[in-house]
Structures are given as C-alpha cells and as structure tokens.
C-alpha cells in the first residue's frame, strides 16, 4: 500500500482543487468553442450563400440576354439604315422601290418588337441586380455578426488560457514541493478516475458523496495514518483529517 505523511496527503485537497479549477477552465474553453450561435451563424451563412450565388447567375444571364437584345436591335436598325439609303438614292426600278419600302416598314416592326424585348430584358435586369445587392446585404450582416461574436468568443478563450496558464504555473510549483511518491499516486487516479483527491469527512466520501459502509469505514480505521486509502465508490484518494469518522 502506497504511503505518506498525514500532512502530506492533507495536502492533496489543495491539489485536487487546482485541479479541478483547471478542469473547469477546460469545459469553460470546450463550450465557448462550440458556441452555438458561431453554428447557427454558418449555417445562416451557407444558405445566404448559396442563395447569393444564384441572384449573381440570374444577373449574369440576364446580362447575357440583354447584349443578345441589343445585338438584334442593332443588326435590325443597320439593315433599316441600308435599305433608307437605297430608297433615298432613287436608283432602281419603281417595284423594286416599292418592295424596299415594304421592307423597311416590316424592319420598323420588327426592331419596335426587338427594342420591347430589349426594354422587359433591362427591366428584369434591375430588378434582379437589386435583388443581387439585397442578397449580398444580407450575406455582409451576417458576415458582420460572425465576427463580432468570433471575436467576444477570441477574447473570451484568451483570457481562459491566460488564466489556466497561470494556474498550470501554480500546480507545478505547488505539486514539486510534494512527495513524489503520494504525488505519483495521485496524477494516475485523477487520470483514471476524474477525481485524485477528497476529504473523507464524517463518514462520507465527498468524492462520491456516498456515506461509506460501516465495513468499509471500519477497514480505513485499521489502515496506519500514513496508508493512503481510497474511495469504494470513486476510486479517488480519501483525505483523511481530524473529523473523518
């Protein structure tokens, strides 16, 4: 059975409760890292995106059909410029000058259509780069609360580390002034168990919070001062001081 001091193992209370500081800093880091409003804020995003991107090819397409439009009003109106000109010189026989009138007005319908076409493909275009800029408006909030959030949660985890450095320092310090041996006892049932240390007080472990069975309370009583004795239920190292029984 491993050994140490009375005083010693008193010690292990102080030990255990750095310890266990140090244990809640690490859950207090584990829940600001999986803050989940940083998982509601990308998913938000992800859809944001997602439906960014369709309003930019909705506005690309629309683009692409508007120089399309322009392109047959402009093919349409150099042909009705062509045509005006031969019409305007009087060259050629009268039907043929006829026919060409015929035709220049057919193109005069035809480029009015294509300008209507033209004008409902710019209308829509508006109203889809507007929708495209709200879209993107959305994107830039939401963006915007990201990293107002990622930067409390920053600054937050900063001063966790901050503080569980300091208590890292301490518990080594405090930790090389102990017996080795308890010491050694110790780290590898806090590592097992979760618990290295607790006061045995009154009959009850306060590791488990269990009151110990008259059997068991009755072999920690045959144990020398110096046994280190452990918890039936917790597995962790009981402290045993003036009260404990």
């Not at 322009?70 to 005006?84: C, F, H, L, N, T």
């Not at 937050?156 to 901050?162: G, P, R, S, Y």
């Not at 300091?166 to 080795?180: H, K, M, N, P, V």
């Amino acid at each position: 059975m491993a050994k140490a001091a009375p005083a010693e193992q008193l010690k292990l209370l102080e030990l255990q409760g750095l310890d266990a500081r140090l244990k809640g800093l690490t859950n207090r880091r584990r829940t600001l890292e999986n803050d989940p409003r940083i998982k509601d804020l990308e998913a938000a995003l992800s859809v944001a995106n997602g439906e960014l991107g369709a309003a930019k090819v909705a506005v690309h397409d629309a683009e692409a059909a508007l120089k399309r439009a322009e392109a047959d009003v402009e093919q349409v109106a150099s042909r009705i410029g062509r045509d005006e000109a031969r019409l305007n010189s009087g060259t050629g026989l009268s039907k043929d000058l006829v026919a060409l009138q015929k035709d220049i007005a057919s193109l005069n319908k035809r480029r009015s259509d294509l300008e209507d076409v033209e004008l409902e493909v710019m209308e829509r275009l508006d109203s889809l780069r507007e929708r495209q800029a709200a879209q993107q408006q959305i994107v830039d909030d939401i963006q915007g609360s990201f990293g107002t959030i990622r930067a409390e949660l920053d600054a937050a985890l900063a001063e966790v580390e901050t503080e569980a450095s300091g208590l890292r320092t301490q518990r080594a310090e405090f930790a090389a002034g102990l017996d080795s041996g308890m010491v050694a006892v110790y780290e590898k049932t806090l590592a097992k168990r979760g618990v290295g240390a607790a006061r045995l007080f009154h009959g009850t472990s306060e590791a488990s919070g269990m009151k110990l069975s008259p059997g068991d309370l009755a072999e920690i009583k045959a144990a020398a001062a110096d046994d280190i004795v452990f918890c039936p239920d917790s597995g962790a190292i009981l402290v045993r001081s003036d009260e404990w029984a």
